[in-house]
Antibody, heavy 119, light 111 residues
Framework: QVQLVQSGAEVKKPGASVKVSCKAS????????VHWVRQGPGQRLEWMGW????????RYSQKFQGRVTFTWDTSATTAYMELSGLTSEDTGVYFC????????????WGQGALVTVSS | QSVLTQPPSVSGAPGQSVTISCTGN?????????VPWYQQVPGTAPKLLIY???KRPSGVPDRFSGSKSGTSASLTIAGLLPEDEAYYYC???????????FGGGTKVTVL
């Protein structure tokens, strides 16, 4: 069965960076894209972007452009999201989710990784 | 402020139906893009409920249905059950922003 398992909770200081991993299993990793979505304390979902490991394409949301980097390790079927220049407003749960090139829908989600930014 | 507007909350008694609206504009819902819906129980990940406007993944009861008209989309839950208490989110693509966008979420309460 399709599973996306994310790394654990992190506590970071303002100005630091965080890297969250998303281990995929149960499907052909490169045949799907991986989206990253953030959920802040107010429950709102924010799309951060997607990465297509099959062709190397990435798309970053305008809000996060310049601060976020998506990478992947095909052999480990794992995607990574690194966010730099953290502020308290970056506190939230970061989800990875499986999607399809040229489609809106995402069908499977990781369990989420809580990132807390505090001095 | 979300690009897609949803009511913050709706409620209904067990067995009743509720409808959640999702309002956008001509760059997102009014354009030929899908409007999926997700259900999220607090503390867990969102779960896909509706895609291709009105298709359900395997395992999603047919009590859940979606529709789209003009610049709005709707999710209807028929025959409310206590386990339907959750947050519900709509999603689309916005061609002006060139970003995926989500609604602000609607909390459904079963009275």
């Amino acid at each position: 069965q399709v599973q996306l398992v994310q790394s654990g909770a992190e506590v970071k200081k303002p100005g630091a960076s965080v890297k969250v991993s998303c281990k995929a299993s149960g499907y052909t990793f490169g045949a799907f894209v991986v989206h990253w979505v953030r959920q802040g304390p107010g429950q709102r979902l924010e799309w951060m972007g997607w990465v297509n490991s099959g062709n190397g394409h990435t798309r970053y949301s305008q809000k996060f452009q310049g601060r976020v980097t998506f990478t992947w390790d095909t052999s480990a079927t794992t995607a990574y999201m690194e966010l730099s220049g953290l502020t308290s407003e970056d506190t939230g749960v970061y989800f990875c989710a499986r999607g399809f090139a040229k489609l809106v829908v995402v069908d499977y989600w990781g369990q989420g990784a809580l990132v807390t930014v505090s001095s | 402020q979300s690009v897609l507007t949803q009511p913050p909350s709706v409620s209904g008694a067990p067995g009743q139906s509720v409808t959640i609206s999702c309002t956008g504009n001509s760059s997102n819902i009014g354009a030929p893009y899908d409007v999926p819906w997700y259900q999220q129980v607090p503390g867990t990940a969102p779960k896909l409920l509706i895609y291709d406007t009105n298709k359900r993944p395997s395992g999603v009861p047919d009590r859940f249905s979606g529709s789209k008209s003009g610049t709005s989309a709707s999710l209807t839950i028929a025959g409310l059950l206590p386990e339907d208490e959750a947050y519900y989110y709509c999603q689309s693509y916005d061609s002006s922003l060139r970003d995926m966008v989500f609604g602000g979420g609607t909390k459904v309460t079963v009275l």
